[in-house]
């Protein structure tokens, strides 16, 4: 069976030929045997993939489609939706991962067979894992999951629960996946299955960013960490299994998840069976109305729960056993999922849970704080930086809860503020430094049950100073302030940083300019040069190495260091890393910028909406490159206009054909305007330290107005 079926649109096409979307059009005005479509819109057509290969082999612009691309283009445009390729493509490759000689056995022969036999090879690794079958499943809501029990596998599964989220696939359901299969295997052999499936995975769920609200895993790791080691694990809003997959489970320990939408209940199971050796079970359904694990006492339970939901059940659970801490009103919501999670804990278990900063001080739920606090279930209040997670435009907060043992009660909250830890750039976080600050506060407050204060970013307070009309828990509401600036010596150090800098600044002015007549170079662009072999040309991708940085376009224009980070695409596409000389230009936005790559950025990876250009050095100066790609009038030629935003077609920038010694007396120049541009950033950087702390240090008294 051929993948015929399998279609592509006119941005999948420009990905498997390198090109932008403007040239996939070209072709299809300029060639009438370019493929017809064969669904889609008429705005937004789509084409069968393998027709498309066909042309772009035949007209030379394709040698062969690379196999990580193939195998995504069928998942994307499989007949029944990707999301049901990517189940279907889950249970072959943890057939494949728990028993390869049977798919090599299996896959020998035709399409059609492959599919007839599949279903019960898929069974005998898909039940261990998750359970009997859905019509053999115990589907009472409220039964009690026993320890883990052993079975004829490495892992272990847990004990009698809800209906599987993963069941087998039919035969005629699989015959459309079979090209996926057979090509996800394919690279599988050198990935391995479960970087494959992260691979797959990863790029489903960065090419539908509004679908799916995702937990970073820094994030996750820290979650992770804050509940500490835990035989038994529950998240009641699982998504895609982001913090499960953050704990690090033995063989005997068992994972359970729950989430209403049942294909992420899928996917998150399947994820987690390839990533751990260790029981699991997900279910769905709504975990505040129909809780699957009514009866479970976890060691620990994580959980991202979603925000500001007003529809989270709160007229027919009124009477819930669940509500021990007081009946939340209608807009908490997130107080409802805390205490699902407390009941679900045994004693002395923990519980870390993301919230919305609101959630610490709306006056609706003072009276459930206020229970929390007397009664010991809530331990730490931790606020996040900007950006740590959607929505990245409010500092989130994390709740660490423990279900009260007979023992007495901490008489103290540790709140903790990570808000300084903030990235300036986009996507920037450094969740090393987040992690080991927030660390460094809870285990000894955990150990002793108090803390030493930190000024502006942690204190362990007394529960009776924060029982008032308010319970208001916002950390930074309770923290004593940080110095100004770092106190009176930080803004003296400041104040002499920014004098130097001011002086070099005017040191580096460039000079009156002087008059020339209008130039008439013969031009050549950007993708001539790349044809001719001067010029070689990446984009930015989807994946970096682990603890590599990322120079993301908001770092570009701001002439920032790389601070950006990638999603955890495990064996995606091979990262691009820039080395000295190379030059790098934003592709969207509208903006003129080209930098030039220092010894500070090398070895960074590039990331999304950037190109590089790295020049042959016996042909092209890469400061008269950048330069002249900086030009307002070449841009503007170069860009190409959407109802929301402007790109920029790096292949049709121009520069002029001058000789090497030409070249290198324009890229001086050029150099000395960028030595200059960036003395005048960092001068606005110092003044702006400067001003906000002389403010900070006036109005709360530690500066003196004399």
Not at 587 to 610: E, I, Q, W
Request: aromatic fraction near 4%; include cysteine; proline fraction near 9%.
């Amino acid at each position: 069976m051929q993948d015929n079926a399998t279609e592509v649109t006119a941005a999948g096409i420009a990905r498997l030929a390198g090109v932008g979307r403007a040239a996939v059009s070209n072709w299809r005005r300029r060639h009438a045997d370019f493929p017809k479509p064969v669904g889609g819109t008429e705005t937004s057509p789509s084409f069968a993939l393998a027709e498309v290969e066909s042309w772009l082999r035949d007209q030379g612009k394709l040698a062969e489609v690379p196999l990580r691309e193939r195998v995504w283009q069928q998942l994307a445009g499989h007949p029944d939706g990707p999301v049901t390729a990517l189940v279907h493509a889950g249970c072959a490759l943890l057939l494949i991962h728990d028993r390869p000689t049977d798919w090599l056995e299996l896959s020998a022969g035709s399409d059609e067979r492959l599919a007839a036999l599949l279903p019960a090879a898929l069974d005998q690794v898909i039940t261990p894992r998750f359970g009997p079958p859905r019509e053999r499943a115990v589907n009472t809501p409220n039964t009690h999951l026993g320890p883990p029990r052993a079975v004829n596998t490495p892992n272990t599964a847990p004990g009698p629960g809800p209906a599987r989220a993963v069941n087998t696939p039919t035969g005629p359901e699989l015959l459309p996946s079979v090209p996926l299969l057979r090509g996800a295997a394919e690279l599988a052999a050198g990935l391995g299955a479960r970087q494959t499936y992260e691979f797959l995975l990863g790029r489903h769920l960065d090419a539908n960013p509004r679908q799916y609200t995702l937990t970073p895993g820094g994030l996750a790791e820290l979650m992770a960490e804050l509940a500490g080691p835990a035989r038994r694990v529950l998240d009641p809003a699982c998504g895609t299994g982001a913090l499960l997959r953050a704990v690090a489970p033995k063989p005997d320990h068992a994972l359970y998840g729950q989430d209403s939408a049942p294909e992420l209940a899928a996917l998150s199971g399947l994820r987690l069976a390839l990533h751990a050796n260790a029981g699991i079970r997900t279910a769905a359904g709504d975990s505040l109305r129909k809780d699957a694990y009514g009866d479970l006492r976890a060691d620990a339970v994580l959980c991202h729960p979603p925000f500001n939901e007003r529809n989270w059940g709160h007229d027919e659970l009124a009477y819930d056993a669940r509500w021990e801490y007081g009946f939340p009103a209608r807009t908490e919501s997130e107080l409802a999922w805390v205490q699902h999670a407390l009941a679900h804990l045994k004693e002395g278990g923990s519980a870390v849970v993301l919230m919305p900063p609101a959630a610490a001080s709306r006056r609706s739920g003072r009276r459930i704080r206020a229970d929390l606090l007397r009664r010991g279930a809530l331990r730490a209040v931790i606020a996040l930086p900007i950006g740590a997670a959607p929505p990245y435009n409010i500092p989130l907060h994390v709740w660490v809860l423990r279900r009260p043992e007979k023992a007495p009660v901490q008489p103290e909250l540790l709140l903790v503020d990570t808000g300084a830890l903030a990235a300036e750039g986009r996507g920037g976080l450094d969740w090393g430094a987040v992690r080991t600050a927030v660390l460094d506060a809870w285990r000894p407050f955990e150990r002793t049950g108090t803390a030493q204060e930190e000024p502006g970013f942690s204190r362990a307070v007394p529960v009776i100073e924060l029982l008032d009309d308010d319970v208001d828990l916002a950390p930074a509401r309770h923290l004593p302030p940080p110095g100004a600036g770092g106190g009176t010596e930080g803004l003296a150090t400041v104040r002499e940083r920014l004098g130097a800098t001011l002086r070099l600044t005017a040191g580096l002015t460039p000079p009156a300019p002087a008059y020339a007549p209008s130039a008439r170079w013969p031009l050549i662009t950007v993708g001539e040069l790349v044809r001719g072999g001067a010029l070689l040309m990446r984009t930015g991708g989807n994946n970096a190495p682990a603890r590599v940085p990322v120079l993301t376009d908001q770092d570009v224009l701001a002439g920032t260091a790389p601070s950006g980070s990638l999603p955890e695409t495990d064996g995606g596409e091979e990262a691009v890393l820039v080395e000295t000389g190379d030059v790098v230009v934003p592709v969207l936005g509208g903006g003129s910028t080209a930098r030039v790559v220092d010894d500070r950025t090398a070895g960074a990876a590039l990331g999304r909406n950037l190109a590089l250009l790295r020049p042959d050095p016996a042909a092209l100066d890469p400061w008269f490159l950048a330069g002249f790609l900086r030009g307002t009038a070449n841009n503007r030629q170069a860009s190409s206009y959407a109802s929301t935003a402007t790109r920029l077609d790096v292949r049709r920038l121009q520069v002029p054909r001058l000789s090497l010694e030409e070249q290198r007396t324009y890229g001086e120049r050029f150099r000395a305007l960028a030595e200059f541009e960036d003395a005048l950033r960092r001068a606005g950087r110092l003044g702006e330290q400067l001003v906000r702390g002389m403010y900070d240090g006036l109005t709360d008294g530690t500066v003196a107005p004399g």
